[in-house]
């Protein structure tokens, strides 16, 4: 396989470390907010409870994200390389259309359950489910562009 064009890779992995930055800094501001909701509530026991629940739901989604982003990143590296025919584009357009409606159903599953929650006043548990799934979202998005990032540079190293 010709060599992909690092300088490209480079620039998409740049902007995912700028996201991962982003998503962090959206984390630690929801759990600060969250954290002082429970504890105006009385329960601050409820913030590690969602924390933890967002960590298991974690570990079940690590393997079928590093499996995506494995293959997004696979996509990403065959597509960099320069000199690739009609018919050659149009078979990775056709699979990088597949990994992104993937995406799409794990963020619209996320934002209809978020939408469709109760509020307050008709659940007394709304908001540690509410914080352990907008928790889960945010690892998952942050795992997602770490494997990402991660399998690039392996498969780099290793001329895939």
Known sequence: ??????KR???????????????????AYMAFNFQRLFALRGRPDQFVTGIIAAIVV???????????????AGLEIEGS?????IDQLAALRK????????????????????????DQAKAQGAPL?????LFSFLF???SYFQCFNFSVRKRMKQGL
């Open 58 to 72: 974690q570990v079940i989604l690590i393997y079928p994200v590093y499996r995506l982003a494995w293959r997004d």
């Open 140 to 142: 998952a998005c942050l």
């Open 95 to 118: 699979k990088r259309l597949l990994g992104d409606l993937w995406k799409f159903c794990a963020v619209a599953f996320f934002i209809i359950f978020v939408a469709l929650a109760p």
């Open 81 to 85: 390389v320069p000199g690739l025919s």
């Open 129 to 133: 489910v509410l914080s352990s799934v």
């Open 9 to 27: 890779i480079n620039r998409t992995m740049m902007i995912y470390r700028v996201v991962q930055a982003l998503l962090i800094a959206l984390l």
């Open 1 to 6: 396989m010709p060599n992909p064009d690092a």
